[in-house]
């Protein structure tokens, strides 16, 4: 596995490959999630590429970028173990040079749910994950459902630039408690992990309503909100059941829906999401 750094030498790497190319990229910290669509990749490309870059741009200024969990070294040996022949490692100076001033957005979407609590923050992952597409070239990239809206927002933009790529969305991984995977899942204390498994619950409390035949989401979302408040340290952010794609909320579940929530168990803020067909 080749550990690269720069722009210019990943380039050149990359255009020595023939065949196809899978991209995952992640901040790092990688947990058996991460590691589910590194696999995916594997199985379905030539080659694979992870790039490992905890983005400033894509964090808000009182957010947790300082203290974002890393060891790299330990990524690359799991990266290197699950047969990745490539790891793009770049600065943040290499990424975004003095003078850095291009920016991809992407309208609406990303002003909802996780964009509403935190307003710079696709503008940042869709900014880096454009330039990771032009660096790399990938066939298809590697995006998972636990962070739902993201894909969206990639998908969008992928289909609206005209993006010669195919985004390939991964089921989230859990906890056997049910937790998904995250890599803030570390920030929690004993007793916050426990209390962290209300999302999951109340995901699938809605789940359960649903397939009992309710269709009021302000119902479902009340149930939801019920059960979670049991809950002393958790504190609610949003909880959504808004259109799988627009991300519209719905008053009437009619379509397929996105329900997502974002809650901050403790000092972390967590999200999880299902959606239901
Ligand atoms: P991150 O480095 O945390 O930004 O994650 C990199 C990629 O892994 C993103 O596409 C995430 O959606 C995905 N991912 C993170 N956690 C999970 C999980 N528990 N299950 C599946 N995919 C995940």
Redesign the pocket.
Known sequence: MKVIKTISEVKKERHNLKGTVGL?????FL?E??L??VRQSVRDNNFTISSVFVNPMQFGPSEDFDSYPRDFDRDLTMLEEEGVEFVFMPSTQEMYPEGYDTWVDIENITGKLEGASRPTHFRGVTTVVAKLFNILEPTRA??????AQ??AVIKKMVKELNMNLEVIA?????EPDGL????RNTYLKPDERKAATVLYRSLKLAEKLYFEGERDALKIRREMTSLIQQQPAANIDYISIADNETLDEVDKITRPVLVSLAVKIGKPRLIDNLVLE
């Open positions: 995952f990229p992640t901040l790092g947990h999630g991460h589910s669509l590697y995006f998972g459902q636990k962070d993201q894909l991964c089921p989230t991984v859990r998904a995977m995250s890599s």
